[in-house]
């Protein structure tokens, strides 16, 4: 498998269509986690190409889309609040099973 890397991608988006557009792309790419927020587990070929199709459809002076790189600890390591559930089963990040349970309660690793 591939050297596969977890990204957070968060968006502020003025246009509806934009954004609808900026969802479409990234719904190719990753799993939507909140309305604007949506986790991508990509490889080193794939994150460029994404930002390219997303640097092409918003407004530079107005609209803003944030790209957080998650090292493997990190992505081991996340926890949900509320509603909505961990996206991605077993998946290996450098090597190392991510979100490798659904429970937020039962998530090993998150609690001490």
């Not at 909140?34 to 994404?50: A, T, Y």
């Not at 107005?62 to 790209?67: A, L, V």
Request: aromatic letters at 10%.
């Amino acid at each position: 498998m591939a050297d596969m890397k977890l990204y957070l991608v968060c968006f502020d988006i003025v246009s509806n269509k934009i954004r609808r557009q900026a969802v479409k792309c990234l719904l190719k790419y990753g799993k939507r986690v909140q309305k604007s927020v949506f986790e991508c587990l990509l490889n080193e070929r794939q994150f460029p190409q994404m930002k390219s199709e997303l640097d092409k459809l918003i407004r530079r002076e107005e609209d803003s889309i944030r790209y957080y790189l998650l090292c493997a600890n990190c992505a081991r390591n996340v926890a949900v609040s509320g509603l909505g559930a961990y996206t991605t089963e077993e998946k290996l990040v450098r090597g190392h099973l991510f979100l490798h349970t659904r429970s937020p309660f039962l998530h090993k690793g998150f609690f001490p």
